[in-house]
């Protein structure tokens, strides 16, 4: 999903984007999860907008929708592991442990649109919503749906914890990489910008 689509009902509000969603998500699950991932593509399955690890081992997965289209298209993910839906459904044991669907409570509010949500989601499925609180600043979450348990696999820790080692290596390097170089063309700028004004300040006083 992109970050640029985004949903908001009114100027001032915090516009609800994926990235912020994911923080949410993050601040509510991290005192009982070993590991938050955004995302993240685990071994055998598909990108997670948020993949998580309770502490008790068992893998969670958060997909997040921002649109009635994108939410749709989400029923149509193949690949050569065949149908995503399909192996939820089946409680494959590659899979989360868990499923839950992240909706904006703009998106749902409306008449009869509740319900249309609950029988809309598969039943292997939780929901989820989320909406901006105190002036906008902040999103809070609420679950409108419990997510059943899909099967009673936990996770490998022996093979999962150094592919996430590794994935978190590289994300961290690239954004420091990314911050530096930021930070070097807004020192270049600054420093164009102060020759060009001094330029222009001796002109004038010429």
Known sequence: MDDEESVTDQ???LTVT???VQRALWYKLRSASRIVMPNYTPMHWWECDLWS???AGYMVEHEIKLSFSDFRADARKTNHRGSKHARLALG???GPTRFWFVFPAQLIEGPHLDEWLLSAVPAWAGIKVVWPVHDGCYLRLKVVRPAPRLHAEK???TRILPRVHETCYYRYWTAIVAFAEQ??????DRQSF???LAEAQ???DD
């Open 202 to 204: 001796r002109r004038r």
């Open 11 to 13: 100027p001032h509000m």
């Open 92 to 94: 494959d044991i590659h």
């Open 155 to 157: 996770v490998d820790h």
């Open 53 to 55: 690890v309770t502490r």
């Open 194 to 196: 102060d020759r060009q």
């Open 18 to 20: 994926e990235a912020r």
């Open 183 to 188: 930070t070097d063309r807004a020192a270049r």
